[in-house]
């Protein structure tokens, strides 16, 4: 079953890589074209990689995640300096 259909699929158009996988034993960098022709790769698994975003359009922009918020007002931790081993040993009589 597909997770989420997307109608704007249209194997005419390129593709560009959103997701980084393999496609045949070529490894496939996100922003790379997609050459799924030379690769061989058949029109089923072009859906597959399509309904999982793993490929897309050019011209789609491309899903950016938020960036993580700033700490503010954050208590700042002070590291004591470590006590050394030797000044600890007691003399023992």
Known sequence: MRPRARID???????????????????????????W?????????????????FIDHPDIPALVSEPEPELIGAPEVKLEKPVKKSAEKKEVK
Request: positive net charge; hydrophobic residues 40%.
């Open 9 to 35: 699929f249209d194997l005419k158009k390129t593709f560009v890589v959103r997701k980084a996988f393999t496609a045949n034993g070529h490894p496939m960098g996100i922003g790379q074209d997609f050459p």
């Open 37 to 53: 022709r030379q690769l061989a790769v058949n029109t089923r698994r072009m859906t597959q990689l399509w309904d999982h975003r």
